[in-house]
């Protein structure tokens, strides 16, 4: 019989035929199998069968991921791929498992079988069984480490907690413990997909990995939470610094380019703990009062936090209580077109008064919306309302009012947002050509093409979009080439620098020329004084809002200003 060995494949011409014969006869240890280009198995030989414990009737037009045994992460497949992709030989270790659940490991080498254009058009995988050769050390290994990113978990974690907590009542030396975590990663992970956010994580880690030179002190402790143990208590602030610093660059994860931002929760032991689980819960406590400061910030525990925080959770209860139960209302106020003195629209602004909290502010409820994953919830509601409300009143009073919605830069980023409101626009019925998106300034300087591509889709149908809160952004001029946008709107704090200072007239007529040389309608928000108005019609604003004309209304009260301004 013919001795096959893996340098021999790639040596002489065999036919697919001519290979399946040869390893059906082999009666050795060898496990083989042959996959088409897409992976799908075209023979196994009786040994692969025997180990897999699947007969071969139920392994051929299957793929490999009969066997996957959840041990190896997406990015390990997918190397191996990008690697036998090219048309190169892979080998490595794989964990698999058989029919009956019983997981083998088995020593693999995949040849790829290149076609006249240098194109694998098949694969051989050639395996020997090494599971008795998988020692204590490995299995310990597995049992210690998180498989997505490499780093010690939080069984490991616990025993180091343990170890650093005997040495300090032994030896009366201080240790900290940092607890990071990623901010609004579920936006990342449900707006991208699963799959970059596990991509990212694997990048997180390695990130903090540079921080922490000796791999020993960082731990995955849960989905996107982090743990670091730090001995040297004097460099606390340093340590916090380093690891923020390397969140100052944007993550690149396949096509997608973006920034995320962490809360560092710091709790030090025995200062702040008795216990490693107190000393743990006080760095959680913490890390969320860092999150309410919003992006790349730490903060050291301090004993009132834990009241701070009930304070948010409670915060949290009744948004989600508020949103359910339809408890949110949106005010109205008009928009005035200058020429005519007639109402042209109106912007739809957020109220939420609570029973026991009362009124909230919405500065102070949208940004922890945003933290807390449920502004993309509240957005959807707050456009579905907006446009059913505007629609009733066009239809009611025979109007052409264009309901304007303010729309978070971390929703519209959403996948699927554009599908969404093709679902709204058929729900409500609205005319898109009724509906205007406003988006800041500042939320477009990180801009990417997905986001140009989105507001495409939007103005594609009808809707339209200004760029609010302008001039308060940087490189105004640049962004306003890029983005597709057809209003622009002039922050408050410009409209009160007109009277009475010069400078500040000097700044609104430029920005009124600019938009008019681009073509954009103008609207000057936030008018309250009769000086400004002149002032901002004699260089030729259209449309205007603020208090001057109207604070904004309730449904009740907005409807009986439109009819009395129609009679």
């Not at 139920?58 to 791929?81: A, C, I, K, V, Y």
């Not at 301090?302 to 959770?313: A, F, G």
């Not at 456009?383 to 025979?398: E, F, G, P, V, Y």
Request: charge should be negative; charged fraction near 25%; hydrophobic fraction near 40%.
């Amino acid at each position: 019989m013919m001795n096959i060995t893996p340098s021999s494949i790639n040596q002489v011409n065999y036919s697919l035929k001519e290979l399946q014969d040869i390893f059906s006869a082999m009666n050795s240890s060898i496990i083989v199998a042959i996959t088409d280009r897409t992976g799908k198995i075209t023979f196994v030989n009786d040994h692969f069968c025997k180990i897999s414990k699947y007969t071969r009737e139920e392994l051929l037009g299957q793929d490999h991921r009969l066997l996957n045994s959840g041990f190896h992460p997406r990015t390990f497949f997918r190397e191996m791929w990008k690697t036998i992709g090219k048309g190169e030989m892979w080998s490595g270790e794989i964990c698999n498992r058989a029919k009956d659940g019983g997981l083998y490991w088995v020593k693999t080498t995949i040849f790829p079988f290149l076609d006249d254009s240098g194109k694998p058009y098949q694969y051989i995988a050639i395996r020997v069984d090494i599971t008795a050769q998988k020692d204590i050390k490995k299995i310990t290994h597995i049992a210690y480490h998180d498989e997505l990113t490499g780093l010690p978990n939080r069984r490991k974690l616990e025993q180091r907690l343990e170890n650093e907590f005997h040495q300090s009542r032994r030896t009366g030396e201080k240790f900290a413990l940092f607890f990071i975590d990623v901010n609004r990663f579920k936006n990342i992970n449900d707006g991208l997909g699963h799959i970059i956010g596990d991509m990212f994580l694997v990048e997180m880690a390695n990130r903090l990995r540079n921080v922490d030179y000796t791999s020993n002190s960082i731990y995955r402790h849960n989905s996107d939470e982090f743990v670091l143990i730090l001995n040297d208590v004097d460099r606390i602030e340093d340590k916090a610094g380093e690891i923020i610093s390397v969140f100052n660059k944007s993550f690149i994860v396949e096509t997608y380019e973006f920034y995320a931002s962490i809360s560092i929760g710091i709790s030090i032991f025995p200062d702040h703990a008795n216990s490693v689980e107190e000393l743990l819960k006080n760095a959680d406590i913490a890390m969320y009062a860092a999150k309410s400061s919003r992006g790349n910030q730490y903060r050291l525990y301090r004993s009132n936090m834990e009241e701070i925080n009930d304070k948010w959770l409670l915060l949290e209860t009744k948004l989600h209580q508020a949103l359910k139960n339809d408890i949110l209302e949106l005010h109205y106020q008009p928009k005035i077109d200058l020429k005519t003195n007639s109402i042209i629209g109106m912007e739809a602004l957020l109220r939420w008064h609570d029973p026991e909290l009362g009124y909230m502010p919405p500065d102070h409820f949208i940004p922890f919306a945003e933290q807390c994953g449920l502004i993309n919830d509240i957005g959807v509601w707050v456009i579905r309302k907006a446009s059913a409300q505007a629609r009733t009143w066009n239809d009611l009073h025979n109007l052409n009012l264009r309901v304007a919605v303010n729309i978070s830069p971390i929703h519209i980023s959403t996948t699927g947002f554009v599908e969404m409101v093709h679902e709204v626009i058929k729900e409500t019925n609205i005319d898109p050509h009724f509906l205007e998106f406003e988006i800041t300034e500042m939320s477009m300087l990180d801009y990417t093409e997905d986001l140009i591509n989105t507001i495409k889709q939007l103005r594609a149908l009808g809707i339209t979009i200004s760029l609010d809160d302008f001039g308060t952004g940087y490189s105004s001029l640049n962004y306003l080439k890029t983005f597709p946008v057809d209003v622009l709107k002039i922050d408050r704090a410009f409209v009160r620098d007109i009277v009475p200072e010069k400078s500040g007239i000097a700044m609104i007529s430029a920005m009124i020329s600019l938009a008019h040389a681009l073509n954009l309608q103008v609207v000057a928000e936030g008018v309250e004084e009769e000086a400004e108005l002149n002032v901002l019609r004699e260089h030729g604003c259209e449309y205007v809002q603020g208090f001057y004309f109207s604070k904004p209304l309730s449904v009740e009260d907005f409807t009986k200003l439109i009819v009395n301004r129609t009679m």
